[in-house]
């Protein structure tokens, strides 16, 4: 309100603008250099002009003196307003400075400042609007004239012409206030699904970059950990090389000892031919006699050469011992390490539906056309060819192995013990109480609570890996292709201890080893 009331005292009387080049009249008013020049222009001949504000008489250029204080509170004003340049609408009847404009007379084509706007028509045909620069499209193409309703059918603003005696005769028709106010209403209906759409979008960002906190967190650990397993790997790894490679050099360098212990020999037997031939030389016979005998020396034969004869070579079994056991001793401390158990899955025939045949190393479940001869008990699956593993798990980090190239219609996954056996909800996946893997065909897809999600891909490999965190409450599923491809992964909390589960219709499927599983144990 201050800035509109220090705008009034700084606009000129005549161009309705702020200052420019401000002079002082005798009479005390100011008004623009250029506006007063003009002033001059139109009153050619005349005497003098009179000020435009009290309407005092004065001579031509008597009394104009530059007012320098106001001019530079004016440029200071002007600097400190929005530029004129993207005001946008501007009057068109201010030509000296562009003004902002505060209404539109769509009658007139014109857009008015607040000064020319007290002067306008106040007639009815004078309508106003909010300041724009499009008129045109105020008015009817057609007929040029000002658009004033709305037609429902055709979903257009239309002038009274067209109504007459235009396209929408007989249509029906709102005024643009009631049909702007409907659409408001539609708009705010609108404005209300987005938002909550929006709070629901926030929620679930909220929610995602929580969890992806605690994800990073746990990777964090995670790296931090695998960082130290591998970094003591290669620690154990070069003191294995270090030990392997000197028990090399020792046994390299044990025919350097028998080399040094025979050229000892060498020399020893040297000494004695020597002393031999000086005893043939000798003519005295008595001391020829009375040397001592030499022994048969061609009869004792070194343990060393005997050795060497023997063995021959470097005893490469002895070095390969002791490396394989230095590896099994490191592989047994990753493994600990790494705290993934592959799992040696049984399946329990107590469980099996009786149309399901269990193999005698119960790893195999196959459909038969013929019921199997099973006692009735409470924990067999009775209406769905369904199987559980005899052991739970709960606690840990394990995984397990199928092998499902041998039917095109099965389910793998984990079951809590309290899953029904009879019954729809009985089903893995079906239920709050499973999670599973299907195939059916070439289609693929998980399920958890009789919530399922087609996988976009055919799984590219007859082998698949059920990995359980149960801590971290997470079931993963994972293609055994070349690389390791990730199928899907379910987190919950768990409650209860959670078994293997089966699901073969036609066909067969074989949980596979668990060594095999501990190769890959590192991907983990």
Request: charged content about 30%; some cysteine; overall charge negative.
């Amino acid at each position: 309100m201050a800035s509109a009331d220090l705008s009034e005292e700084l606009e000129c009387p005549v161009c309705l603008t702020i200052y420019t080049d401000p002079v002082s009249l005798r009479c005390g008013h100011n008004v623009c250099r250029i506006c007063i020049d003009r002033v001059l222009d139109s009153q050619e001949g005349s005497a003098g002009y009179s000020c435009p504000e009290c309407r005092e008489e004065h001579k031509a250029q008597v009394g104009l003196q530059r007012n320098i204080a106001l001019r530079n509170i004016a440029v200071r004003f002007r600097s400190t307003q929005p530029d004129q340049e993207e005001a946008g609408v501007h009057c068109t009847y201010c030509v000296d400075a562009p003004v902002p404009a505060v209404m539109s007379c769509l009658h007139c084509d014109a857009s008015m400042c607040d000064k020319h706007l007290r002067v306008h028509s106040k007639a009815p045909e004078h309508v106003l609007c909010a300041p724009t620069t499009s008129l045109e499209t105020r008015k009817c193409s057609v007929h040029k004239k000002i658009l004033e309703y709305y037609c429902t059918e055709d979903a257009s603003c239309v002038c009274v012409s067209c109504t007459v005696i235009g396209g929408h005769v007989g249509h029906k028709m709102l005024s643009l206030d009631e049909a702007s106010e409907k659409k408001k209403e539609k708009l705010r209906n609108d404005l209300q699904k987005l938002m909550a759409e929006k709070e629901k979008a926030e929620k679930r960002v909220q929610s995602l970059e929580e969890h992806r906190r605690k994800v990073q967190e746990k990777a964090d650990d995670e790296a931090e950990r695998v960082t130290a397993l591998f970094r003591d790997l290669r620690r154990r790894l070069e003191e294995l090389e270090e030990r392997v490679l000197s028990d090399i050099t020792r046994r390299a360098q044990c025919y350097d000892d028998i080399i040094r212990q025979l050229e000892i020999k060498k020399e020893e037997l040297s000494r004695k031919m020597r002393h031999i031939e000086e005893l043939c030389h000798m003519t005295d016979p008595l001391t020829v006699l009375q040397e001592p005998d030499t022994g048969d020396l061609c009869d004792t034969e070194d343990r060393h050469d005997k050795q060497h004869r023997d063995g021959g070579d470097l005893d490469v079994a002895s070095v390969s011992h002791t490396l394989h056991t230095g590896l099994a001793d490191i592989m047994s401390g990753v493994t600990g390490g790494i705290s993934v158990q592959p799992a040696d899955i049984l399946l329990d025939v107590n469980t099996g539906y009786k149309r399901l045949h269990v193999s005698d190393d119960r790893k195999t479940a196959s459909w038969s056309d013929i019921k199997q001869k099973r006692p009735e008990r409470p924990e067999r699956f009775q209406d769905y060819p369904q199987v559980l593993s005899s052991r739970s798990f709960s606690s840990g980090r394990h995984y397990w192995e199928v092998d499902v190239g041998g039917s095109e219609s099965w389910a793998v996954g984990m079951c809590y013990p309290s899953i029904e056996r009879n019954g729809e909800q009985s089903v893995i996946g079906r239920n709050n109480k499973s999670w599973g893997l299907y195939r059916e065909g070439d289609q693929c897809s998980v399920a958890h609570d009789r919530k399922g999600m087609k996988l976009p891909d055919k799984i590219p490999s007859d082998r698949v890996r059920i990995y359980l965190d149960y801590e971290a409450g997470q079931i993963s599923f994972y293609a055994l292709c070349d690389p390791i491809r990730h199928l899907h992964t379910f987190t919950a909390t768990f409650t209860e201890p959670l078994h293997a589960g089966l699901w073969v219709y036609g066909g067969c499927i074989k949980i596979s080893g668990g060594v095999r599983g501990c190769e890959s144990s590192t991907h983990w």
